[in-house]
């Protein structure tokens, strides 16, 4: 089965369904958006804990699917800025296509402190933060954000 897709000039690119390239470079990048914009299987997705229970798609599944289908991706860290309470980060993300380097960049941030504040007393208290360290969940969130820019599991983020 093939995909047709209109890139930004009217070109026609296809795509075999299961379709990988061998070396970087080999695709052009409306070829790779159409790869990466596929629904992923919900075996894929992580669900957020919580009342909004959203999916997402987890940083090391990107990279899997990056390695599949954007041989020779590289990822920087750009910056690193905090505040009293947060981290932000900002990031870039390359991918090699049959016309040259595409680049997209990306912010992820993170509490670096969870707070509470009990209304009777007035004490505040810090909380653990559940999940990993601030500054691998901001460099998370930047990556992931950067690769939708691309297409990858583009479609969560219109829930």
């Not at 070109?11 to 080999?26: H, M």
Request: proline share 4%; with cysteine; net charge positive.
């Amino acid at each position: 089965m093939t995909n047709t897709v209109i890139n930004g000039n009217n070109n026609n690119q296809s795509i075999e369904k299961n379709s990988q390239p061998s070396e970087p470079g080999e695709w052009t990048l409306a070829q790779i958006q159409t790869a990466l914009k596929r629904k992923l299987p919900d075996s894929l997705l992580k669900e957020l804990p919580g009342k909004f229970k959203a999916k997402y798609i987890a940083w090391h599944t990107a990279v899997e699917i990056l390695d599949k289908y954007c041989i020779g991706w590289q990822w920087e860290i750009k910056s690193v800025t905090y505040t009293t309470d947060r981290i932000i980060l900002v990031g870039k993300l390359s991918i090699p296509t049959k016309h040259g380097l595409v680049i997209r960049e990306a912010t992820g941030s993170e509490l670096l402190k969870k707070t509470s504040q009990d209304y009777n007393t007035g004490e505040i208290k810090e909380e653990e933060i559940p999940y990993g360290d601030p500054a691998s969940n901001a460099e998370s969130m930047a990556f992931r954000r950067a690769a939708s820019k691309y297409g990858l599991a583009l479609y969560l983020y219109k829930k």
